[in-house]
């Protein structure tokens, strides 16, 4: 009895534990690109509209797909929402676009 004691919280450890742990650092840098790329092509297309999207932009927007996968291999790792919202913000923060790429985009070619 103490046996299958012990084994249970040495698996209920590695589950709840140790695999978000591994899980989390092996995606941790790679998620942040991904957050990036994707909040990039995304800002892109809206501001651009689907008139103009071209095959590469169509290609940028596959970013998003691999955020996803990423963010949901880590959901199913036992990390919880709240840390992958920490790590989009933290990515957002770290690797800003600059200010005139941004204006860019608000500006006004028409009046």
Known sequence: MKLLVKLAVILLALRFVVVPIIVGAFYYLPFQGYIVACDTAMDDSWFYGTEL?????????LACHDYDKARKIMLMAGLP????SFLGLRALELYQRPAEEMARQHRFTVR
């Open 81 to 84: 929402e709240d840390y992958l």
């Open 53 to 61: 999207l071209q095959e590469s932009e169509q290609i940028q927007l």
